[in-house]
């Protein structure tokens, strides 16, 4: 189908741009959501009349999401999550988690700003886009932990579950002796026991 587009779409084109698409994709997001025009005389009219007008409101939604971006960019948002001992989630960091958290941090944002590019299913820092406008993205740190101590750690850069698995190495271990016989007893255990006999 062949389209106009009333704002910037990544990979596609900017205001005014004329492009084909699939049909579904254009029918079921772009002219639903008002994105774009199908591409006919009488809206190549109607956008050239307000081609002025929608430039202008493109331009004060993106000086509003810029102004905007300075409270979101950065910010480190953590998510305390139970999971399994390889670090595993019981479940998945949904984009409502994402933006929820934001929320409570005083930036404004929706759903349909996030860019959750696979859901989140470990425990780590990962990074997640988030498209105020078009034409400004920003990034956040998402934090899943298990505790928030947990979370400071990986805050700082640490990465826990090697962490933990390196910690776990260490126990009991039973000195070796190459020249023994299976089941023998080591000499060493063997001369505190007949001590232990004779007194």
Do not use: C, W
């Amino acid at each position: 189908m062949q389209i106009i587009l009333l704002e910037r779409i990544e990979k596609l084109g900017i205001i005014g741009d004329e492009v084909t698409v699939k049909d579904g994709y254009a029918r079921n997001f772009l002219l639903p959501n008002k994105k774009a025009l199908r591409a006919n005389a009488a809206n190549r009219k109607v956008f050239e009349a307000n081609r002025a007008r929608i430039e202008a409101e493109n331009a004060a939604r993106r000086e509003d999401a810029s102004a905007e971006s300075g409270n979101v960019e950065g910010k480190e948002v953590i998510l305390i999550r139970a999971s399994s001992n390889s670090g595993q989630l019981y479940g998945s960091v949904s984009v409502r988690d994402i933006v929820d958290a934001l929320v409570e941090q005083g930036a404004k944002v929706t759903k349909s700003m996030v860019v959750l590019e696979r859901p989140i299913k470990t425990i780590g820092v990962s990074t997640v886009k988030v498209a105020l406008h078009p034409e400004v993205v920003v990034t956040v740190k998402v934090n899943v932990a298990r505790s928030p101590d947990e979370a400071a750690l990986q805050s700082q850069g640490v990465d826990v579950m090697a962490a933990m698995f390196d910690t776990e190495s260490g126990g009991f271990t039973e000195d070796y002796d190459p020249n023994a016989e299976p089941g023998e007893i080591p000499t060493d255990l063997l001369e505190g026991g007949e001590e232990v006999e004779e007194a």
